[in-house]
Antibody, heavy 120, light 111 residues
Framework: QVQLVASGGGVVQPGRSLRLSCAASGFIFSTYAMHWVRQAPGKGLEWVAAISFDGSTETYVDSVKGRFIVSRDNSKNTLHLQMNSLRVEETAVYFC?????????????WGLGTMVTVSS | QSALTQPRSVSGSPGQSVTISCTGTSSDVGTYNYLSWYQQHPGQAPKLIIF???QRPSGVPDRFSASKSGNAASLTISGLLAEDEAEYYC???????????FGGGTKLTVL
């Protein structure tokens, strides 16, 4: 079954760290660029980070640069997002998403998301 | 990079057509034909329904169509069904480190 399953969310205090994971199955993970997209409660979608198919290139939204690190382990079909110095306003559901090979900027497969709550 | 502009809500009756607009700038929507649309039901992950301005992924009914002109794009849903009631987001490639930017979302209510 083609799917993405995100995990690792939870409640964390401001300034602390959290590492999210996204397990891929049912497709050749190592051939797809991958992304993280977040959605604050009751709000819209915000793209957070992307990593190329081979992990050689990473890119981030300005607000997380220097604090978040996206990585992947193609041998384990897993995507990660290391989130450091978390802020209250980063409370959101974090989705992992796959780039469609048919376009450079569309996401054709999404995980269910994992909730991150940043609160003291 | 600012979010794309969408109406907060639209509504229509079953069988009717509705159009959702999406306005960007000459730096994103106006420059690139990498404009996509997503449907999101409550508590679910978004689903890709349009990519590259007007292309439908396999399995998406042809009741969903989309286009772009200048800095603005639109999604039209014809023959509305109750199941179309959802939030809809547009998304554009930016050509910068901020890879894509999303619209604020439009809540479609089927009356």
């Amino acid at each position: 079954q083609v799917q993405l399953v995100a995990s690792g969310g939870g409640v964390v205090q401001p300034g602390r760290s959290l590492r999210l994971s996204c397990a891929a199955s049912g497709f050749i993970f190592s051939t797809y660029a991958m992304h993280w997209v977040r959605q604050a409660p009751g709000k819209g979608l915000e793209w957070v980070a992307a990593i190329s198919f081979d992990g050689s290139t990473e890119t981030y939204v300005d607000s997380v640069k220097g604090r978040f690190i996206v990585s992947r382990d193609n041998s384990k079909n897993t995507l990660h997002l290391q989130m450091n110095s978390l802020r209250v306003e980063e409370t959101a559901v974090y989705f992992c998403a796959r780039s469609t090979p048919r376009s450079i900027a569309a996401f054709d497969l999404w995980g269910l998301g994992t909730m991150v709550t940043v609160s003291s | 990079q600012s979010a794309l502009t969408q109406p907060r809500s639209v509504s229509g009756s079953p069988g009717q057509s509705v159009t959702i607009s999406c306005t960007g700038t000459s730096s994103d929507v106006g420059t690139y034909n990498y404009l996509s649309w997503y449907q999101q039901h409550p508590g679910q992950a978004p689903k890709l329904i349009i990519f590259d301005v007007s292309q439908r992924p396999s399995g998406v009914p042809d009741r969903f169509s989309a286009s772009k002109s200048g800095n603005a794009a639109s999604l039209t849903i014809s023959g509305l069904l109750a199941e179309d009631e959802a939030e809809y987001y547009c998304c554009s490639y930016t050509g910068t480190d901020v890879y894509v930017v999303f619209g604020g979302g439009t809540k479609l209510t089927v009356l």
